[in-house]
């Protein structure tokens, strides 16, 4: 009788549809690509600005571009997804305990999104939309 | 009592014979109750007696007959056969080597647990004079669930991060360190750091969480390891930010 296990290799590029919890996972990771370009967008405006009236108009000008306001839609849907699945996975990094209780998980999570809801406004108030 | 014709297909490996590890299909009649590892013994007792897996409490509490039910990590004991149609596809738990059949090497996890040093080490010694430890309800709250745990591996078998980086302490080694870590007993913390703050540690986690949605226990190994990054991380910033608050 011999000792010999049998490794089995897990496909690296492949494993995430092995099962459709790991399909959310990738897809909750996924997302913050969008959210990464955002930001590089963002960048991209500040540096326009920074060069000139003309050059900031011509980058508001593309803005409106249909590519330009798929990219939004896509972005703004990812980065929907990306927030609430994070918001959703705060009851289990900061749980709170009163006395020999702990607080619903419901009542973090949506701590989180009432704090979202709330800095959303203040930044439209600041953007003089109201 | 209702009977039904369940239908096995099985992982075979023979590391006496085999190269590689194939399907086995077995065909054995079962009361609708049964739970798999019920199916599994019928098979080992009826049909073929060469057969290996490993089982004891048949309860759900030794953490033993864990494997790959249709894909998912489970207590054989714990799958009732009701919950399946067709074909039940039976493999030993993922990412662990295969010893024989449904049989894996646990060696790797075992080695892991030991390294996150899960039992008390308390500030100072105490004699058996000083009598009882005591601790309030609201203390064994803090670490309660952890303590669940039954060592049987599902956790690692769900974990893609250990599959992929077998280097990776896991789930069930580093919840055990937080469950000590959280106990008011126990003043381990900074030696168990040493491992679980590393990049094999809690580090390695990217938060897949299926650790938790496979546990039988109903431990939250992925809420343990969240807490010991948001805690690690605040250590370094003290550290690094508050050096004269680190101490």
């Known amino acids: ?130 | 009592m209702k009977q039904r014709l369940v239908q096995l297909e099985v992982l075979r490996y023979n590391p006496d014979t085999d190269s590689e590890a194939s399907f086995q299909r077995y065909e054995v009649v079962c009361q609708d109750e049964w739970v798999v590892l019920d199916a599994l013994n019928k098979v080992k007792e009826s049909i073929d007696p060469t057969l290996n897996y490993r089982w004891s409490c048949h309860m759900a509490v030794c953490g033993s007959c864990g494997m790959m039910i249709n894909g998912e990590p489970k207590l054989a004991c714990h799958a009732f056969l009701r919950d399946y149609e067709g074909v039940i596809r039976i493999e030993p738990l993922a990412h662990f080597p295969i010893e024989r059949d449904l049989v894996t090497a646990p060696d790797d996890f075992m080695e892991k647990l030991k390294r996150v040093k899960p039992y008390l080490i308390p500030q100072q010694k105490r004699s058996l004079d000083e009598g009882e430890n005591r601790q309030t309800p609201a203390q064994l709250m803090k670490f309660r669930q952890y303590s669940m745990c039954i060592n049987c591996m599902l956790c690692y078998a769900a974990c893609p991060e250990y599959g992929l980086t077998p280097k990776f302490i896991g789930p069930a080694a580093l919840t055990l360190a937080h469950r000590y870590n959280q106990d008011s007993r126990d003043a381990g913390r900074a030696e168990r750091q040493e491992v679980a703050a590393t990049h094999e540690g809690v580090w390695e986690c990217t938060f897949v969480g299926a650790c938790s949605e496979v546990c039988p226990a109903h431990v939250d190994p992925a809420s343990a390891l969240q807490q010991m990054k948001i805690s690690s991380s605040i250590d370094w910033l003290k550290e690094h930010l508050m050096p004269w608050g680190s101490k």
């Open chain 1, 1 to 130: 009788m011999s000792r010999r296990p049998l490794v089995r290799e897990v496909p690296p590029t492949s494993w995430f549809f092995r099962h459709p919890r790991y399909l959310r996972y990738m897809a909750r990771e996924v997302t913050c690509i969008f959210i990464g370009a955002y930001c590089v967008l963002l960048v991209v405006g500040l540096q326009r600005l920074a060069a000139g009236q003309a050059s900031y108009e011509a980058f508001l000008a593309a803005l409106r571009s249909p590519a330009s306001i798929v990219f939004h839609a896509l972005a703004l849907v990812a980065a929907v997804y990306h927030a609430a699945t994070w918001f959703n996975a705060t009851q289990k990094a900061m749980p709170v305990q009163v006395g020999e209780d702990f607080l619903p998980g419901t009542v973090i999570s949506g701590a989180h999104y009432v704090a979202w809801v709330v800095l959303s406004f203040v930044v439209l108030f600041l953007a003089g939309v109201f």
